[in-house]
Structure formats: C-alpha cells, structure tokens
C-alpha cells in the first residue's frame, strides 16, 4: 500500500477533502477522503508537482483543489491549464504548472 503524503502542498488535498465531506453530509466522508488521499498519493508518485518551487506547487495544489470538486474535473483542469499561459497570475513558472495540470490529467485519467 503506497504512503500517503500529508506535508505541504498535499495537505491541502486532505483538508478539501475534510471540507467537502462537511459541506456535503449526503456522502461518505471516507469515500471522499480516500480519493483526495489517492490524488496526493498520483501527483507525489508521479512527480508531477517537482518541477515546480514550492510557492507554485501550492498555488498548482490549491486550484486542482477547486478543479477536482467541479462536475466535470478534467475540463475544469484543461480549462485551467490553457489559461494560466494567458494570465498566470501569482505563479513563478506558468508553462511548468501548464505541464503539471496536463500532467494531472492524465495521470488521473479525467
């Protein structure tokens, strides 16, 4: 069984996770809870966020956050991905983060 990472920035998979689990009582927090920890547990195993510093792999972990709770993640991801080159707000390195939310996608398979 793979090791869940819980330090920065994938604390804050588990803390949306703990969210959504409370904002919505009809499911199962602990179904909710094992998905966040399975995409901490995808992008610290695939690397995905390692090319980023760390102010940008917590700005990359805190919209996924957003994106993973959209209907439709993946859309919402690529969606993100494409305008982040445009206008990539507080980020450091926006074509790294570019890579590292297409990289989620298709890691997660979305």
């Known amino acids: 069984m793979a090791v869940v990472p819980t330090h920065p920035p994938y604390d804050l998979l588990l803390a949306t996770a703990d969210e959504v689990a409370a904002a919505r009582p009809e499911v199962d927090?602990?179904?909710?809870?094992?998905i966040f920890e399975e995409a901490a547990t995808l992008l610290a195993d695939g690397l995905v966020l390692d090319g980023l510093d760390e102010h940008d792999q917590r700005q990359v972990?805190?919209?996924l956050c957003v994106d993973l709770c959209a209907s439709d993640p993946g859309a919402?991801?690529?969606a993100r991905a494409d305008a982040v080159l445009t206008d990539p707000g507080r980020l450091h390195d926006?074509?790294?983060a570019w890579s590292a939310y297409l990289t989620t996608v298709q890691l997660f398979g979305i």
């Open 61 to 63: 972990v805190e919209a």
């Open 29 to 34: 927090p602990a179904m909710v809870r094992e």
């Open 76 to 78: 919402a991801i690529r």
């Open 94 to 96: 926006p074509e790294e």
